[in-house]
């Protein structure tokens, strides 16, 4: 059902209002989610670049701006030339100004003065889309920050750039830096930014249940104080999905149906809620339904998109092997029926997952039953207790054997005398060849 | 026989007896190798004459100096030189060859090579045997007889008669007593998991491919990559898995087989590990020609009927019963090859399984070991009883390195900076 999603703009794609959608971001993020829409969203596309481009006109970014109206033009929409040279005339003239007051600042050797020219410059870079200066001033600016705070501040603005340049492990970095600086209270919205911000990496790392840890921890205050990245919404949303992905029954209760923090963020997105109540509650087909219906606009999401298709699996993957947790044996028709699956797909996916290790079953495909298989741990336990004492052995034996080797300094060694293998290389090929017709065999 | 030949015998009959004749004996006889060769011709009439377990010294030497001037073309010349060194080597006194290793290492080799020259190298396996058993210090020591002598045994595909040799279990080198080399060393593991494979014992194969390929080397050698291309290969087929590298294994060797030139090979593994028999088809048949440049294609051909094995033997863990049809759809076979799979599988014992012919099922059983029974008892307790020799061993062992002086004085010593030995001795022994 993903790879239909993926080949046309889905059906149920309308469910998504591009204006709300876009509404619950601030800064440069609502210009690179609307770009995202623009080029995976054939029917949103007309929607999404307008408003991008009405959007970067209120900015001096004119890079994003020129791509944006290369994306537009076929639709009719005429390239503004004029303004875009205005404004990059005017960012040039800023940035000189900015440049000046720095090298002001830097002779003068306050070091506050400093440090407030680099941020400015950093924010400056930022406005205009150029990440790359703008890390690279906000890691300059480490060197003059005098306070915890400023460190917090410095790390912030890393975090920040880097999300938007995609750079995952200077994100996790920097998030480490600023926990470990050591300040006398941390505001709660700066703690659920670095929250929000780890748990974005180790998305994007694919380790889905260090993200959930994360994002469940995410206080609601945070408000809308983090929207330049992402919105409370998308919190609920990627760490309710991340959470369904890996964890447990148990972790599921605790962390986050017992989780008043997370339960108010899920309020916002009721559909994800009821997901979470649904596979909590077992109703695995409703449960289901609602991924299948979320995930058109999962697709559109510029984090989530990649991770879809990898989480719904092990969403899918984990609902079956909770439902068949308590089974010594189960009729695989009545359990597709459950899942609302073709009972051949269903088959195919236990098939992998007992292949896997997932499942301690077997499957007899003639009746179309699935047996729970308990392993004998005694007769393992002997196939262990024997292959690991194989092991041993063998790994001894070629140890004693390289210590001696070591102690007669017999080392081959690229010296050209008799010893040396280089001379005597061909000679073995030869001998190798002799008796190639034994390997023929 | 004429005069100074004759006193030579004279000398080599007296002084035959005890040893401190026989060093006598062996300075006397360096000095009158000259003589010997000079006389090259009447050589072969003076052998007869000795007895090879108490003149093993003079025949020896005698047999070195006639070694260099045999005539590997001459049919007639080699059977004779052949002869004489059987009669000698499966006689030999072991305490009179340890006073000449290295004459004696010479006499052998040129044995092997002349066996080799008149295409029978059959017929040199029984004496090199019999001589890297009177080298050897102990039945633990390395000889560059032992590689010799399967070589041999892989020439003349008569790969059980190398078993005696591959049973010792060869852990010491002594370099003056037997002259061995570490690319004797490397020669012998290598051809011991050739003989191995021949013997289609890939495990014990793909350990002697690993003693070869994770030996001590600033260099990057060909025997070791060789082995180690012949090592993954038994490995895929054994285990169906990549080939266990020690970490001590070296960094050149590990840094090449990850390089373009290993190509062919980790193609083949990514196909195999996929259990995509099409796609490992492929590989074979797209570096079919790499391959048998290593003389390795028939060894990778095996991989393709160990992969079919390896799908059948994974659908047993995951189903209790499966049609035929899908068991030939699950494993890219056809029907026919399906059930010829099963059937041989079934018979060999490999999986536990019975067929349905009526409604085309086959329905696999768990494995019937309770490993319960006597034999196991029995198989247990030698096991822990070589792994308890072998953990003697191992104390023996660190209780030399304990006392070792140069040991000793790296441990003493202030210097911070680790030296190669200390540091692989160190953590070899940690392990």
Redesign the interface.
């Known amino acids: 059902m993903s790879s239909t999603a993926a080949q046309a703009p889905p059906p149920l794609a309308p469910s998504l209002d591009v204006e709300t959608y876009i509404s619950n971001y601030s800064g440069v993020t609502r210009l690179k989610r609307l770009a995202f829409i623009a080029a995976k969203s054939t029917a949103l596309k007309a929607d999404a670049l307008r408003m991008a481009l009405e959007e970067v006109k209120r900015t001096t970014n004119t890079s994003l701006y020129l791509e944006l109206a290369g994306l537009a033009e076929p639709a009719g929409a005429a390239r503004e030339d004029a303004w875009v040279e205005e404004v990059d005339r005017r960012a040039a003239h800023t940035l000189e100004k900015l440049e000046a007051g720095l090298a002001a600042h830097k002779s003068s050797l306050v070091k506050e003065s400093i440090r407030m020219g680099h941020t400015d410059l950093a924010e400056f870079y930022f406005e205009r889309g150029d990440f790359q200066n703008a890390f690279k001033c906000f890691v300059r600016t480490r060197d003059y920050c005098t306070t915890a705070k400023h460190v917090i501040a410095m790390c912030l603005g890393v975090i920040r750039v880097s999300i938007h340049m995609e750079n995952f492990t200077n994100v996790s970095a920097y998030v480490g830096k600023a926990e470990t600086t050591p300040a006398e209270s941390l505001d709660a919205i700066l703690v659920a930014q670095l929250k929000a911000a780890a748990g974005l990496a180790q998305l994007e790392a694919k380790n889905y249940g260090l993200a959930a840890r994360k994002f469940v921890e995410v206080s609601p205050e945070l408000g809308s104080a983090f929207n330049d990245v992402l919105s409370l919404q998308d919190v609920a949303l990627y760490g309710g999905l991340c959470a369904l992905a890996s964890f447990s029954r148990d972790e599921l209760k605790s962390k986050l149906i017992d989780n008043g923090g997370f339960r108010t963020l899920l309020e916002l997105f009721p559909d994800v809620r009821e997901l979470i109540n649904d596979f909590y509650h077992s109703k695995y087909a409703s449960c289901l339904q609602y991924l299948r219906k979320l995930e058109p606009d999962l697709l559109l999401d510029i984090h989530l998109h990649d991770h879809v298709d990898g989480i719904i699996k092990a969403i899918q993957s984990r609902a079956i092997i909770q439902y068949f947790s308590p089974y010594v044996r189960i009729n695989m028709i009545q359990m597709a029926a459950a899942f609302q699956f073709e009972v051949n797909e269903l088959e195919r996916n236990l ?1 992998s997952l ?2 896997s290790g997932q499942i301690e079953a ?6 179309k039953v699935l ?1 729970a298989r308990h392993d004998d741990q ?2 393992a336990t ?1 196939r262990k207790v ?1 292959s690991m ?2 092991d ?17 300094d ?5 010296n050209a005398d ?2 040396g ?2 001379k ?3 000679q ?2 030869q ?6 017709e ?4 | 026989m004429d005069g100074p030949l004759q006193k030579v015998v004279a000398n080599i009959k007296a002084k035959s007896t005890s040893p401190a004749d026989l060093t006598v004996l062996l300075t006397d006889l360096m000095s009158c190798e000259e003589l010997l060769i000079k006389h090259m011709p009447q050589l072969d009439d003076l052998l007869p004459v000795l007895d090879p377990t108490t003149h093993t010294l003079g025949m020896v030497f005698i047999l070195n100096c006639k070694a260099a001037a045999v005539p590997l073309g001459n049919l007639h010349a080699v059977n004779i030189f052949l002869q004489q060194c059987r009669r000698m080597l499966l006689g030999c006194d072991p305490l009179q060859v340890k006073l000449v290793p290295s004459q004696f290492v010479a006499v052998c080799m040129k044995l092997s090579a002349a066996a ?1 020259a008149i295409k029978s190298p059959l017929s040199a396996i029984r004496p090199l045997r019999a001589a890297a058993c009177a080298l050897q210090p102990s039945p633990a020591h390395f000889t560059p007889l032992h590689a010799e002598c399967v ?1 041999l045994c ?2 003349s ?1 008569c790969y059980y008669a190398a078993q005696p040799l591959l049973e010792q ?5 002594d ?1 003056d007593g037997t002259h061995v ?3 004797d ?3 012998y593991h290598y051809y011991a998991g ?1 003989v191995e ?2 013997l289609k014992r890939f495990k014990s194969a793909i ?1 002697y491919f ?2 070869a390929f ?6 990057l ?3 070791m990559l ?1 082995a180690y291309k012949k090592g993954w290969l038994c490995s895929l087929i054994e285990f169906g898995e990549l080939p266990r590298v ?1 970490k ?1 294994t070296s960094t050149i060797l590990r840094r090449h087989v990850k390089s373009a030139s290993c190509i062919a090979y980790q193609e083949l593994s990514e196909a195999f590990l996929a259990h995509d028999i099409n796609s490992l088809r492929a590989a074979l048949e797209k570096h079919s020609s790499a391959l048998q440049a290593d ?5 990778a051909k095996q991989c393709i009927d160990a992969l079919k094995r390896r799908n059948i033997l ?1 659908l047993t ?7 035929l049809e ?1 068991i030939a759809e699950q494993a890219q076979l056809d029907l026919a090859e399906a059930e010829k799979y099963v059937y041989d599988m079934m018979s060999s014992g490999e999986i536990c399984a019975s067929i349905d012919e009526q ?1 085309g ?1 086959v329905r ?1 059983n768990e ?1 019937e ?3 319960d029974s006597q034999s ?1 008892v029995n198989g ?1 307790e030698q ?2 009883g ?2 308890i020799a ?2 003697q ?2 104390q023996e ?1 660190n209780l030399q ?1 304990a006392v ?1 002086h ?1 040991y000793l004085s790296r441990v003493s010593s202030q210097d911070r900076s680790h030296s190669r ?1 200390e540091d ?2 160190n953590t ?2 940690n ?1």
């Open positions: 098939a007992i292949s077997r499957i007899d495909s003639h009746h047996y005694r007769s002997f024997l004492g194989e041993y052995m063998r790994d001894t034996k070629a140890l004693l054997l390289r210590i001696n080797l070591m102690r007669h017999f080392i081959l060694k690229g008799t010893l293998p280089s005597s290389s061909r073995d090929r001998d190798h060849a002799s008796f190639s034994n390997m023929s065999l | 080799i070589k892989l020439l595909k279990e060869l852990l010491q080198i370099k080399t570490p690319r060393l490397l020669l050739m494979i021949g350990q690993t003693l994770s030996a001590p080397t600033h260099v050698n060909a025997i060789e020690p001590y003389h390795n294609f028939g060894l994974r863990r995951t189903y209790l019963t499966l049609s899908n409604q099922m696999f494995w070991e309770r490993f196991t247990m096991s822990i070589r792994a072998l953990a061993k191992l062992m390195l070792d140069n030995w692989d001795v070899t022994l392990r």
